[in-house]
């Protein structure tokens, strides 16, 4: 059974940092790709960064230049480095295993609130 696991979420000030881990229960080579969506109170989840098999990533623009995402795959483990961090960024942050012709398979999420 598939599981992602969430962690490194917390309260930080503004222009503070953060590291999420997302570790998997199988090989992330499983998945096409991952990553890293967030949901604020209101709004819908959206996307904040993907990894793709090939190590293609792409970002939001919102987070471009501050967010990094990373994977170290003997720890099945996708990481989302999280620096310069803005008030707007306070959201719960999920992450998500993608696989073809599949519904996504999702963590439970870990808060981050940024402080102005």
């Known amino acids: 059974q598939v599981q992602l696991v969430e962690s490194g979420g917390g309260l930080v000030q503004a222009g503070g940092s953060l590291r999420l881990s997302c570790a998997a229960s199988v090989t992330i080579f499983s998945f096409n790709s991952m990553g890293w969506y967030r949901q604020a109170p209101g709004n819908q989840r959206e996307l904040v960064a993907t990894?793709?098999?090939?190590?293609?990533?792409k970002y939001a623009d919102s987070v471009k230049g501050r967010f990094t995402i990373s994977r170290d795959i003997a720890k099945n483990t996708v990481y989302l480095q999280m620096n310069s961090l803005k008030p707007e960024d306070t959201a719960v942050y999920y992450c998500a295993g993608h696989r073809a012709l599949q519904t996504p398979y999702w963590g439970q999420g870990t808060q981050v609130t940024v402080s102005s």
């Open positions: 990894i793709t098999n090939g190590a293609t990533t």
